[in-house]
Structures are given as C-alpha cells and as structure tokens.
C-alpha cells in the first residue's frame, strides 16, 4: 500500500529513523481537514513503543479532522549540517503514515504525558504540576505508525 523510497541509496534504516523520532523536538502532522483539504499543524512529540504521542485541545480543526479521518502523516527534519564544501547542507527526514486516535485509558495517558513532558520541561516537579494543573483540559492523541521512512538530503 505503501510507495517504496524512489531515491534508495539516501534510504534511512529504521533505527536511525527511529533515533531521529526520539530525538528531535518538533514534526508536522498532516490529516485530512475541513472541505478535504490537507491540515497540517507543527507539533511537539514523543515517541515511545514505536508509536507517537500529541498533547491537544480537547476541541478544534486538528481534533475535528482525526475523528473525521483517523489516517495522517507526520514528518520530522533533523537540524541541518553544514557540509564540507561550506555553502551546502545534510539533513535527514523521516515520515510516517498511520492513524491517530485519542488515548482513552487513564494508566497509558498519564505515563505518556509524562514522557512527553520530561522531553520539553527542565525539570519533573514541572512537569507533575502542568500535569496537575491541565491533565482534564487536554487530550492525549497517539499515533500508531503503520509505515516509516528517511532519507538523507544535500542541499544545494
């Protein structure tokens, strides 16, 4: 169901593509939004047992498009790298395809935005008081990654 890389030889094995989901701070998810136009948000994410994770507003264009349609993409860029000859750059990509659906048991939601927490705040005292202060007011979206790619891109 799924294309197959044209550009293999800058083809990204899963662990790396893996690394980057781990790593990075921030992707674009993509879902089918009102009159059937493409919506894409940027996001703050974690990645955790292969799956992604979304803190949202229990209400809006992003919500309102996963229940519509649950299949989405999301796609993260590493930073760039100045390459050798100094006027170009490397930087990796990954996209994944998948559906999202909102995280309904209270166990997996709490242990996930803590997770998601810890990679944004300075400090776990923080992130329990957010959590405190908000948990009843946001949802927890998880994305189940049924495709995953990467590619290495020069710039130039």
Same mark, same amino acid.
């Given at each position: 169901?799924?294309?197959?890389?044209?550009?293999?030889?800058?083809? %990204?094995?899963?662990?790396?593509?893996?690394?980057? %989901?781990?790593? $990075?701070?921030?992707?674009?998810? !993509?879902?089918?939004?009102?009159? =059937?136009?493409?919506?894409?948000?940027?996001?703050?994410?974690?990645?955790?047992?292969?799956? %992604?994770?979304?803190?949202? !507003?229990? $209400?809006?264009?992003?919500?309102? !498009?996963?229940?519509?349609?649950?299949? !989405?993409?999301?796609?993260?860029?590493?930073?760039?790298?100045?390459?050798?000859? =100094?006027?170009?750059?490397?930087?990796?990509?990954?996209?994944?395809?998948?559906? &999202?659906?909102? &995280?309904?048991?209270?166990?997996?939601?709490?242990?996930?935005?803590?997770?998601?927490?810890?990679?944004?705040?300075?400090?776990?005292?923080?992130?329990? $008081?957010?959590?405190?202060?908000?948990?009843?007011?946001?949802?927890?979206?998880?994305?189940?990654?049924?495709?995953?790619?990467?590619?290495?891109?020069?710039?130039?």
């Amino acid at each position: 169901m799924f294309r197959k890389m044209r550009r293999f030889k800058q083809e %990204l094995s899963a662990e790396k593509c893996a690394e980057i %989901l781990r790593t $990075e701070p921030r992707g674009v998810l !993509a879902v089918i939004g009102d009159g =059937g136009y493409p919506y894409t948000v940027p996001l703050d994410f974690v990645y955790d047992d292969e799956k %992604l994770f979304f803190h949202s !507003a229990v $209400e809006g264009h992003k919500v309102d !498009a996963v229940f519509r349609n649950p299949k !989405a993409s999301f796609c993260v860029l590493s930073q760039r790298e100045l390459s050798d000859d =100094g006027w170009s750059y490397y930087f990796d990509s990954v996209v994944v395809f998948g559906r &999202v659906s909102v &995280v309904s048991d209270e166990v997996e939601r709490l242990d996930k935005l803590r997770k998601l927490g810890l990679k944004y705040y300075p400090s776990a005292d923080e992130v329990e $008081e957010e959590i405190r202060r908000d948990m009843k007011r946001a949802l927890l979206l998880r994305f189940d990654i049924e495709h995953m790619s990467g590619k290495r891109v020069h710039e130039k």
